[in-house]
């Protein structure tokens, strides 16, 4: 039975999604160390850079190598072997090494069958679930090179966290902020790319002739160094020479300086300024991000704040609650004692106890016990008649019944009882039970459902015997 995993994320690659089941409780180091990388954004856009045809696939090298990658410790970690935990099926995911223990660090690899070589060897830290296995699978099926390595890699695209068993993981840099620095820096080569086209759309007008302008040499294209300084340092006579011719700068635009060489020399320092202007543009980025940092700091630090202005606002009005209460001259209210549930439910029934009368209190039980003496006294004051069984009994009362009828009606909904003579009755039982037996003979009929079966087939039979006693007789009958 495998154990139960803690954690899951889903890795969007250029093939499908793949979802990851984590044993964060058993790996817990490695889970996070992936978790944290997953948060800062290392992943995105990171290659399978080595398939192994029903053996592995292989990723997490920001290089694209395989010779790369970091951890988040900031170096490599050791490994977490669980003996619980094996390379016994497809789909298990386990961190790469460089072949010696304790060197793992952003790469990992998930496997396409059992793999009971890499046991003790490789730490197995998730598990892929549900049908994202196939998406695996048709990496795995990708065609290769002689290195193993897929000639149309596919991508990560991102990884997206559902549960992080780790909430106190606190990223270097979230993958949103990476994100955006990215795209700062696209933005940023984009301009300098159509700032670009537009000076060399601006040269190309020199191509045209006019007929004023035939005695001007035309100017050959001088392109411009530009220094890899800091712009306070510009002005400084100092800076070496290989500094300021590291990198090319792209190509003038044409101004009188170009048809006036003499003056080339005083429009240095201008055009050094103009063209560090668009390497400004991504400090700007970055103080952009500082500031959208800054700001999410102080909107948490606004509600913690706020929380504990609530808080301290609470504990004062109960501070001033109990002065109150120790303060006022009012005589203290005397605390109930708490009831169990049992005491409040034996309350309920304890209210109705005794007996109701209409339009009358509840009767004593002095009074109650009062009525059961007299009625004691009554018992013994009563001679004992010697009355006859109860089946001479029946035809003695029932001759008497017609006799003894009442001669005035009684009202509705009055129950008077009168009759006193079965005070001094005796009790007579019969013997044997001979006659409830017999009774329940005569009323009771036991049916017994195999009995009906039997007797329905036994009529079908008799049926069945009597219709082909008719059809031989009938058929004689009707030949000629």
């Known amino acids: 039975m495998a154990l139960p995993t803690r954690g899951r994320v889903i890795l969007e690659t250029t093939v499908g999604e793949v979802d990851i089941e984590l044993w964060s409780k058993e790996t817990p180091k490695t889970c996070r160390n992936f978790l944290a990388l997953a948060m800062e954004g290392y992943y995105d856009g990171v290659i399978f850079h080595r398939v192994v045809p029903d053996f592995l696939v292989q990723t997490g090298d920001r290089t694209g190598t395989g010779a790369g990658g970091e951890s988040f410790y900031g170096e490599p970690f050791e490994d977490e072997i669980h003996?619980?935990?094996?390379?016994?099926?497809?789909?298990?995911?386990?961190?790469?090494?460089?072949?010696?223990?304790?060197?793992?660090?952003?790469?990992?690899?998930?496997?396409?069958?059992?793999?009971?070589?890499?046991?003790?060897?490789?730490?197995?830290?998730?598990r892929v679930v549900g049908d994202t296995i196939f998406n695996?699978?048709?990496?795995?099926?990708?065609?290769?090179?002689?290195?193993?390595?897929?000639?149309?890699?596919?991508?990560?695209?991102?990884?997206?966290?559902?549960?992080?068993?780790?909430p106190d993981i606190v990223p270097r840099i979230t993958a949103e902020e990476k994100r955006a620095q990215q795209r700062a820096r696209e933005q940023a080569q984009r301009e300098r790319e159509e700032e670009q086209r537009r000076r060399g759309a601006k040269k190309d007008v020199k191509l045209l002739s006019f007929g004023g302008e035939e005695e001007v040499e035309e100017e050959p294209v001088v392109f411009k160094k530009k220094p890899i300084v800091r712009?306070?340092?510009?002005?400084?006579?100092?800076?070496?020479?290989?500094?300021?011719?590291?990198?090319?700068?792209?190509?003038?635009p044409k101004t009188k300086d170009n048809e006036k060489p003499a003056k080339r020399d005083r429009t240095d320092e201008p055009e050094s300024r103009t063209s560090e202007q668009p390497e400004k543009k991504p400090k700007k980025d970055e103080s952009d991000i500082a500031k959208i940092r800054e700001k999410h700091e102080r909107e948490k630090a606004a509600q913690s704040n706020s929380r504990k202005s609530e808080i301290e606002k609470m504990e004062a009005e109960i501070r001033k609650l109990t002065r109150r209460g120790e303060d006022s001259d009012e005589e203290p209210v005397p605390k109930r004692p708490k009831k169990s549930l049992l005491e409040e439910e034996m309350a309920k029934y304890a209210k109705s106890r005794g007996v109701h009368k209409k339009g009358k209190g509840k009767k004593d039980e002095g009074d109650i016990l009062a009525a059961l003496n007299s009625f004691r006294n009554k018992l013994k004051s009563t001679a004992v008649e010697d009355s006859p069984p109860p089946e001479q009994q029946e035809g003695q009362h029932g001759g008497e019944e017609t006799e003894q009828k009442p001669a005035v009606p009684e009202e509705e909904g009055m129950e008077v009882d009168n009759d006193t003579g079965f005070l001094g009755h005796l009790l007579h039982f019969p013997k044997g039970n001979e006659e409830e037996v017999a009774k329940a003979e005569r009323e009771y009929e036991v049916i017994d459902p195999r009995q009906r079966g039997a007797r329905a087939r036994e009529e079908e039979r008799e049926r069945k015997r009597a219709m082909k006693g008719k059809d031989i007789t009938g058929g004689r009958g009707f030949r000629r």
Not at 91 to 106: E, I, P, Q, R, Y
Not at 231 to 252: F, G, H, K, Q, S
């Open 83 to 126: 003996p619980r935990l094996r390379f016994a099926h497809r789909g298990l995911v386990g961190m790469a090494n460089n072949g010696t223990k304790n060197s793992n660090d952003s790469q990992f690899f998930i496997t396409l069958n059992r793999a009971d070589e890499l046991n003790g060897k490789h730490t197995l830290f998730g």
């Open 136 to 166: 695996v699978l048709k990496i795995g099926e990708m065609e290769i090179d002689e290195n193993e390595r897929p000639l149309y890699p596919p991508k990560i695209k991102r990884v997206r966290i559902v549960d992080n068993p780790f």
């Open 231 to 252: 712009p306070d340092l510009v002005d400084n006579p100092d800076l070496p020479a290989t500094l300021a011719t590291a990198i090319p700068e792209p190509p003038a």
